[in-house]
């Protein structure tokens, strides 16, 4: 990569990060975009960034499909496109807009993947039989994570970053900080709050070879630390722990992720009566349209219902 390519990329993410309080994921995403698509017209032809032309653009949009990726990851590396090209432009880096006006690719309406109620329940009965036959500190912290993600939505980089000091003397609300940077009020329920503060006790006890507390310092600020580089529990790490739970409480590994336990908490919220505006406001969207793709879960369930269960139907 060219040295001029890299200043122009440097430029565009540091002011996505200053001026709009990128998150760490939002700029790592935006960084492959952008190396990637650097190396598709290095390859092709040698160019630089600042002489990509909208035929670039659309081959490699082509490529993306050719390659098989998912309509909706063309759709986000495009978006990335934009408005580098678009920050480029605004700033006199480049005559012209080369991704103005240019088509996105068809994505459709994809509904979540869902977890029943009844899964739910035993996914969290499994994580509490794990803590009873082993008491280790780690299948308390995996119950701890499970029954807070599924009682509050959060996202799971919101989850596993979540500072122990958030916690305070027991009240039933916590607050995070998530996209954007803005901070939200989160309630919590009774019992993954007794479930989390069980798990601080434990945690903060545990010694090492030495005898000194693990976990418990002062300098430990996180509520599930690491000995990783980031000093606290990584999303993949939950992620392969959560799915090696769901096949003991038997189900299937490609049917559950930290996001489809946020997609439960919020489906079996507004089965179960609950405001639409409320749920918008614990999931932490900007826009209720985002919220809305819950709605449409239910609506298919209702469709499932009327026409598999009503007695016309036999």
Known sequence: MSSNDQDLIDTFLEMILTERAASLNTIQSYTRDLEQFRNFVSNKSGQILNNVSRDDLRKYLTLLEKKGFAASTAARKLSCLRQF???????GLREDNPALDLDSPNIGRSLPKLLSEKQVSSLLK????????????????????????????????????????????????????????KERLVPLSQRSLDTVSQYIDVMTSVKDSKGQLKYGNKNNKWLFPSRGKLGHLTRHHFAQNLKTLGLQAGIAREKLSPHVVRHAFATHLLSNGADLRAVQKMLGHSDISTTQIYTHVLEERLKSLVQNKHPLVR
């Open 126 to 181: 499994t994580a509490d039989q794990n803590v009873k036959d082993n008491g280790h500190i780690n299948d308390l912290r995996l119950r701890a994570m499970i029954e807070l993600l599924y009682a509050t939505g959060l996202r799971v980089s919101e989850l596993v970053s979540l500072p122990r000091n958030v916690f305070r003397s027991g009240e039933p609300y916590i607050y995070v900080r998530g996209k954007g940077n």
């Open 85 to 91: 090209f678009k920050f480029l432009y605004a700033e």
